[in-house]
């Protein structure tokens, strides 16, 4: 195998974690499924066609994701594996025939049912009393819920008939019509938006704090079980009618059926109805009815043999491109969004899509006016799959993309090695203020307690901080306004002074700091850290940026760890008028403290190499085991690549642990890294 080749392995496993982290940790899917699906697919074709390649930490054998630092562990008797899926009537024809061929041809009945798209759980009850409840995790561990699984309306606490031991494995998922009440609920009070019922779902139950999920309006179904001692039941069909004497729900549209033929009809029908179900279905679930024949097939490392998810198509409807208009978003994206002539799309009225970037306009050929077909992928985000050619227009036009920002008019770039354009405006761009205030204001950059999420989202909204220069002249204006911050909802007296108190503390800032907090594309802290070790005050660094030259350019490149891309990004920034002039005002107002070059312990074998520290440290914070790899030499980055040279693992260290062991590279603990740097 070739090094592009492994390269492109290890490219799809880390996009494979990152969505995996995203999905079941954050609640926040950052790609639809059928994209993840098609990802799998592609890395198990290459780890085919490359036997000899085996990953050290194989993510295709994997469930989930391991559970999260702020819940309870709990073992499952029986790990909860995933689903293998289909995606046609010739694939669901060969799992039955594998199936039957595993059991010699015996006569095998198969329970189909709602594959339901939602956040899977396993309760455990012993004598008939609910003991806890874990999340899948990564199948083998999940977090403990139970807490929040209690103050569900249909959490039986007590079954009727008091087995032993049962593992109950369901889903919990949110009704549409729940989800939009929830929803407007969230909007009224200026609370977090959920962008489809899965994540509302999922959100809800994983919260830290019992109480929320305790208003949270989440259902669940029943749909199998996993280790168990005394059930009466010894099929699928039985267990189902079992759950429903014990008060459990399980889901009305299971179905005992008995050949291909009968799978497929049910699909189509379930396929058919789905819109009208009241919630989000993904596809269905085929299982092998009798738990004796389960037994025999077994499983696999991720799935078992005996079950597959027989996936829905995405669903696709003709309509009428209207119009692009442009979305600026908090950091500066500028996305194209379809206006649509409104069309129901899996039983969803779509009147929007978005079109992602300029090269996906230009790749799909997208012309306003065209006839296009729409998709819901997952059932869950519209897009524009493509433009019908033969019905185009001759007035048809190709678009246009604008060149500069259309809220604050400043130019919009797309860089080379992007596919995102992207608002140069910075500090003065509306659509970024709320973000930029957000980032300034965080911990590693002014630090000001008081001022987090909502609170700089709130004075933003009244107009009270436009620029990061507001901030510190907020409480000369608050003592001669009418309104001043005690008297809105949720302040005071005490909150308004310790307010102003935290404000105070910062006006007195490091240089690194004062860089980050700028928050200037492609410069984070460990490069803040070397431009202002570099300058070493707020004069020469400003000097150097108001009088750019090649000169300042060829300077810049000098310094180990920063290239072309950091660059362009500070030439850009202090371009704009706006933005130079906003740093000006802000100087006046804080006081930026010179950067001391640190002492360089030559002898250490640290010297001159690159770290990466990841996970959580213990034995001490994440910006003293920086400043510490500084002191000896060594160059902090934020990405392991194969320029690293020791990653330094704490506890709950994630994808870029695993990068690490793929390429092969040094990784010490936190013990071993704190004792050769005495």
Same mark, same amino acid.
């Given at each position: 195998?070739?090094?592009?080749?492994?390269?492109?392995?290890?490219?799809?496993?880390?996009?494979?974690?990152?969505?995996?982290?995203?999905?079941?940790?954050?609640?926040?899917?950052?790609?639809?499924?059928?994209?993840?699906?098609?990802?799998?697919?592609?890395?198990?074709?290459?780890?085919?066609?490359?036997?000899?390649?085996?990953?050290?930490?194989?993510?295709?054998?994997?469930?989930?994701?391991?559970?999260?630092?702020?819940?309870?562990?709990?073992?499952?008797?029986?790990?909860?594996?995933?689903?293998?899926?289909?995606?046609?009537?010739?694939?669901?024809?060969?799992?039955?025939?594998?199936?039957?061929?595993?059991?010699?041809?015996?006569?095998?009945?198969?329970?189909?049912?709602p594959k339901i798209d939602g956040l899977s759980f396993s309760a455990l009850y012993e004598y008939g009393r609910l003991v806890h409840v874990a999340t899948r995790g990564d199948g083998t561990q999940g977090e403990d819920i139970t807490a929040n699984f209690r103050t569900l309306k249909q959490c039986v606490s007590q079954l009727t008939q008091a087995i032993p031991r049962i593992e109950l494995r369901g889903e919990v998922y949110m009704s549409h019509d729940d989800f939009a009440a929830l929803n407007a609920g969230q909007e009224a009070r200026n609370q977090k938006i959920f962008a489809n019922p899965r994540n509302a779902a999922a959100g809800s139950l994983r919260q830290l704090d019992a109480t929320i999920t305790?208003?949270?309006?989440?259902?669940?179904?029943?749909?199998?079980?996993?280790?168990?001692?005394?059930?009466?039941?010894?099929?699928?069909?039985?267990?189902?009618?079992?759950?429903?004497?014990?008060?459990?729900?399980?889901?009305?549209?299971?179905?005992?059926?008995?050949?291909?033929?009968?799978?497929?009809?049910?699909?189509?029908?379930?396929?058919? @109805?789905? +819109?009208?179900?009241? #919630?989000?279905?993904?596809?269905?679930?085929?299982?092998?009815?009798?738990? $004796?024949? %389960? /037994?025999?097939?077994?499983?696999?490392?991720?799935?078992?043999?005996?079950?597959?998810?027989?996936?829905?198509?995405?669903?696709?409807?003709?309509?009428?491109?209207?119009?692009?208009?442009?979305?600026?978003?908090?950091?500066?994206?500028?996305?194209?969004?379809?206006?649509?002539?409104?069309?129901?799309?899996?039983?969803?009225?779509?009147?929007?899509?978005?079109?992602?970037?300029?090269?996906?306009?230009?790749?799909?050929?997208?012309?306003?006016?065209?006839?296009?077909?729409?998709?819901?992928?997952?059932?869950?985000?519209?897009?524009?799959?493509?433009?019908?050619?033969?019905?185009? @227009?001759? +007035?048809?036009?190709? #678009?246009?993309?604008?060149?500069?920002?259309?809220?604050?008019?400043?130019? $919009?770039? %797309? /860089?080379?090695?992007?596919?995102?354009?992207?608002?140069?405006?910075?500090?003065?761009?509306?659509?970024?203020?709320?973000?930029?205030?957000?980032?300034?204001?965080?911990?590693?950059?002014?630090?000001?307690?008081?001022?987090?999420?909502?609170?700089?989202?709130?004075?933003?909204?009244?107009?009270?901080?436009?620029?990061?220069?507001?901030?510190?002249?907020?409480?000369?204006?608050?003592?001669?306004?009418?309104?001043?911050?005690?008297?809105?909802?949720?302040?005071?007296?005490?909150?308004?002074?310790?307010?102003?108190?935290?404000?105070?503390?910062?006006?007195?800032?490091?240089?690194?700091?004062?860089?980050?907090?700028?928050?200037?594309?492609?410069?984070?802290?460990?490069?803040?850290?070397?431009? $202002?070790?570099?300058?070493?005050?707020?004069?020469?660094?400003?000097?150097?940026?108001?009088?750019?030259?090649?000169?300042?350019?060829?300077?810049?490149?000098?310094?180990?760890?920063?290239?072309?891309?950091?660059?362009?990004?500070?030439?850009?920034?202090?371009?704009?008028?706006?933005?130079?002039?906003?740093?000006?005002?802000?100087?006046?107002?804080?006081?930026?403290?010179?950067?001391?070059?640190?002492?360089?312990?030559?002898?250490?074998?640290?010297?001159?190499?690159?770290?990466?520290?990841?996970?959580?440290?213990?034995?001490?914070?994440?910006?003293?085991?920086?400043?510490?790899?500084?002191?000896?030499?060594?160059?902090?980055a934020s990405s392991v690549s194969r320029k690293t040279d020791y990653v330094i693992a704490g506890s709950d260290a994630g994808s870029k642990l695993t990068q690490a062991q793929t390429l092969g590279l040094t990784i010490l603990s936190e013990q071993e890294w704190m004792e050769q740097t005495r």
């Amino acid at each position: 195998m070739n090094d592009s080749t492994a390269t492109h392995m290890m490219q799809l496993y880390a996009q494979l974690l990152e969505a995996d982290r995203a999905y079941y940790h954050d609640n926040a899917p950052i790609m639809d499924d059928a994209s993840y699906d098609a990802l799998r697919r592609a890395l198990e074709a290459l780890e085919q066609e490359h036997p000899h390649y085996v990953h050290p930490d194989r993510l295709l054998d994997k469930v989930g994701i391991a559970p999260a630092s702020g819940f309870g562990k709990i073992t499952h008797g029986v790990p909860m594996l995933s689903l293998a899926n289909a995606f046609s009537a010739e694939d669901v024809a060969d799992f039955v025939d594998r199936v039957q061929r595993g059991l010699m041809n015996a006569s095998v009945s198969f329970m189909v049912e709602p594959k339901i798209d939602g956040l899977s759980f396993s309760a455990l009850y012993e004598y008939g009393r609910l003991v806890h409840v874990a999340t899948r995790g990564d199948g083998t561990q999940g977090e403990d819920i139970t807490a929040n699984f209690r103050t569900l309306k249909q959490c039986v606490s007590q079954l009727t008939q008091a087995i032993p031991r049962i593992e109950l494995r369901g889903e919990v998922y949110m009704s549409h019509d729940d989800f939009a009440a929830l929803n407007a609920g969230q909007e009224a009070r200026n609370q977090k938006i959920f962008a489809n019922p899965r994540n509302a779902a999922a959100g809800s139950l994983r919260q830290l704090d019992a109480t929320i999920t305790a208003t949270r309006p989440l259902s669940y179904f029943i749909y199998g079980c996993g280790a168990h001692e005394g059930l009466p039941c010894s099929n699928q069909a039985e267990f189902f009618a079992w759950c429903a004497e014990q008060g459990l729900p399980v889901n009305p549209q299971a179905q005992q059926v008995h050949n291909v033929a009968m799978i497929e009809e049910h699909y189509q029908r379930l396929m058919h @109805e789905r +819109s009208h179900l009241g #919630y989000d279905i993904d596809g269905m679930v085929i299982k092998v009815n009798e738990f $004796a024949l %389960q /037994e025999r097939l077994g499983a696999i490392a991720r799935s078992p043999r005996w079950a597959i998810a027989y996936k829905f198509p995405a669903e696709q409807a003709r309509t009428r491109l209207e119009d692009i208009i442009i979305q600026v978003g908090r950091t500066g994206a500028l996305t194209p969004v379809a206006v649509l002539r409104p069309v129901t799309v899996g039983g969803v009225v779509v009147s929007r899509a978005t079109l992602h970037n300029r090269d996906e306009i230009e790749r799909k050929d997208l012309r306003i006016g065209d006839h296009v077909l729409v998709e819901r992928a997952g059932d869950v985000i519209p897009y524009v799959s493509c433009a019908l050619l033969d019905e185009r @227009e001759a +007035s048809a036009q190709p #678009y246009i993309f604008p060149d500069h920002c259309p809220v604050c008019g400043s130019p $919009a770039v %797309q /860089e080379a090695d992007e596919a995102v354009t992207r608002c140069t405006g910075g500090l003065v761009c509306d659509a970024q203020r709320v973000e930029r205030i957000k980032h300034a204001v965080k911990r590693g950059c002014f630090d000001i307690e008081g001022l987090g999420g909502k609170n700089s989202e709130l004075l933003c909204e009244r107009g009270l901080v436009r620029t990061l220069s507001d901030i510190f002249t907020l409480q000369e204006r608050n003592r001669d306004s009418l309104t001043p911050l005690r008297k809105l909802e949720g302040w005071g007296i005490k909150s308004e002074t310790k307010l102003f108190e935290a404000i105070e503390s910062a006006r007195s800032i490091s240089l690194s700091r004062f860089i980050y907090a700028l928050g200037i594309r492609h410069i984070g802290e460990n490069t803040a850290e070397l431009l $202002a070790t570099h300058y070493h005050t707020m004069d020469n660094f400003m000097h150097a940026m108001q009088n750019f030259s090649t000169a300042t350019s060829e300077d810049l490149r000098n310094i180990h760890g920063i290239g072309d891309a950091v660059v362009g990004a500070l030439q850009q920034f202090f371009a704009h008028p706006a933005q130079k002039e906003e740093v000006e005002c802000l100087r006046t107002l804080v006081q930026v403290q010179d950067t001391i070059a640190p002492m360089i312990a030559q002898d250490s074998i640290f010297a001159g190499k690159t770290l990466v520290f990841t996970g959580s440290l213990s034995l001490c914070s994440r910006d003293e085991a920086k400043r510490r790899a500084l002191s000896l030499g060594a160059k902090v980055a934020s990405s392991v690549s194969r320029k690293t040279d020791y990653v330094i693992a704490g506890s709950d260290a994630g994808s870029k642990l695993t990068q690490a062991q793929t390429l092969g590279l040094t990784i010490l603990s936190e013990q071993e890294w704190m004792e050769q740097t005495r």
